[in-house]
Every structure is written in structure tokens, then in C-alpha cells.
């Protein structure tokens, strides 16, 4: 079956230190691929998505392309800020009838002023 | 102004007891979903509805039940409660086949 690995955290990072979180993923399809982001006490927001292979998704400075020759997923950023300490969740998803998200384990993400 | 909310944030229970959370969404969306978080994080798919009837029914126990009343609600009722019951809860919605977007979420604690 489907199923996405994610880097098991916590990362802990300083302010505006380069922020890679590594996501792969085993699919039967041509799944679309998402992040999402928990902020403490909060529900998940989604952050950004890839719809097919080669194309990258960004939102507020965060950015990830989807490689399907290595499966993978991962997460960047420049420059992080304490403001994006939260939980980040890899995810991939078929537009069926289904619809259903299948989701990584999450990692952790601690930035230090 | 929420788009996807649910009710209540917090619940703590007895074992034993028959509890229910509600959602709601106000963005017009067809499909409506319940995902449960363990202490770990990990998430994992419950239920899925779209207009009111069941599309995906992953291996969840029986004393689990989603009711739809209409497409903007899809409310999750939990009877005879156990300990391992004890997670946080996210509904999310959609249109058909379409992105999800997620409530805040129910933190339930079964004592």
C-alpha cells in the first residue's frame, strides 16, 4: 500500500538557519503531495502542494518539489524564524473517490532566537 | 467566521461513556472527513462522506459512528468509551476530489 516517511524530529534549529525536512513516499499511482503544518494547540494548516511530477509548491517562503525519480518530497526554507515552530506533516493524495490523505509520521521543527 | 469548526475543543470522560463531537464547515464543500491523531501524531483516516453518504470506512471499531444531517455537518459519536479512545480528533473538508481543509481539532481524554 501507500505510505510516506518523514525524518523523525525534533529539529532544532537557530533563527534564520536553512531548514530541510526530508519526506518520501511509496505510491501505486501518480498521488498528489502535500505539506501540512500544526502549530502548537492548533488543527493543520495546509502550507503548500505539488499536483504532478517536477512542479514545486511555495507559500510564505517554505518550498518543496516533487521528484518522482527519487520519491521524495522535502521541505525548505531559507532562513526559519521562531514563528515556525510547529509540527509539519508530509502527505500524499489521490483526486479519487476516495480522496483520502495518507500521512507521515509529522516532524517536529524547534527554532532557538 | 471559521471555515471548518468543531465542538467541544476539550472532552474528558469516564470510560464506559457514550460521547459525541460536532463539525461543521462553512465553505460550501461537499465531502467531509474524521481523522484521529494518537499521542504520537501519527494521523490516520476514520471516515469519509460526501453529500451524506459513507465513501470510506477505514477499519475502525464499531462503537464509532458518523452521522451527516447535511453536508455542511458531520458529527462522530463514540459509544461505551475506552481508554485507548484517548487522542485528538480532526474533521476536514473538501469538495469532491479536492484539497482538505481541517478544524482545530477535539482533544478527547477517556480517564
Known sequence: GDSVTQMEGPVTLSEEAFLTINCTYTATGYPSLFWYVQYPGEGLQLLLKATKADDKGSNKGFEATYRKETTSFHLEKGSVQVSDSAVYFCALHYYNAGNMLTFGGGTRLMVKP | ?111
Open chain 2, 1 to 111: 467566521d471559521t471555515a471548518v469548526s468543531q465542538t467541544p475543543k476539550y472532552l474528558v470522560t469516564q470510560m464506559g461513556n457514550d460521547k459525541s463531537i460536532k463539525c461543521e464547515q462553512n465553505l460550501g464543500h461537499d465531502t467531509m472527513y474524521w481523522y484521529k491523531q494518537d499521542s504520537k501524531k501519527f494521523l490516520k483516516i476514520m471516515f469519509s462522506y460526501n453529500n451524506k453518504e459513507l465513501i470510506i470506512n477505514e477499519t475502525v471499531p464499531n462503537r464509532f459512528s458518523p452521522k451527516s444531517p447535511d453536508k455542511a455537518h458531520l458529527n462522530l459519536h463514540i459509544n461505551s468509551l475506552e481508554l485507548g479512545d484517548s487522542a485528538v480528533y480532526f474533521c476536514a473538508s473538501s469538495r469532491f476530489r479536492d484539497t482538505q481543509y481541517f478544524g482545530p481539532g477535539t482533544r478527547l481524554t477517556v480517564l
